[in-house]
Nanobody
Framework: QLQLVESGGGLVQPGGSLRLSCTSS????????MGWFRQAPGKEREGVSF????????NYTDSVKGRFTISRENAKRVVYLQMNNLKPEDTGVYYC????????????????????WGQGTQVTVSS
């Protein structure tokens, strides 16, 4: 069973930066496409960013393009989300998720397709 643990959340002022990490505690992530999702209070979970098995392909929801960067280090079993120029509307619980895929270039953007989820980390952007 793949277990994912997020870290790096916290309270930051608008315009600040955070780097989230998602680590697999036991198993390699080589065969998994990964995604970051977030959920704000009273809102549905939304996809933020997605990355293929070896990081060759990535995409982002429009609201974070140019500000967030997803990356991964499979040797360390970790996926990152670098978040710059944070805005209050970025506030929420951020979750990482994994799905086993045979295609090295596949990206999965639908939350319901993911098999494994972390417990989430809170990001609060406020002055």
């Amino acid at each position: 069973q793949l277990q994912l643990v997020e870290s790096g959340g916290g309270l930051v002022q608008p315009g600040g930066s955070l780097r989230l990490s998602c680590t697999s505690s036991r198993f390699s992530l080589d065969h998994y496409a990964m995604g970051w999702f977030r959920q704000a209070p009273g809102k549905e979970r939304e996809g933020v960013s997605f990355i293929s098995r070896y990081g060759d392909t990535a995409n982002y929801t429009d609201s974070v393009k140019g500000r967030f960067t997803i990356s991964r280090e499979n040797a360390k079993r970790v996926v990152y989300l670098q978040m710059n120029n944070l805005k209050p509307e970025d506030t929420g619980v951020y979750y990482c998720a994994a799905i086993w895929v045979p295609d090295v270039k596949a990206i999965v953007t639908t939350a319901g397709d993911y098999h494994y989820w972390g417990q989430g980390t809170q990001v609060t952007v406020s002055s």
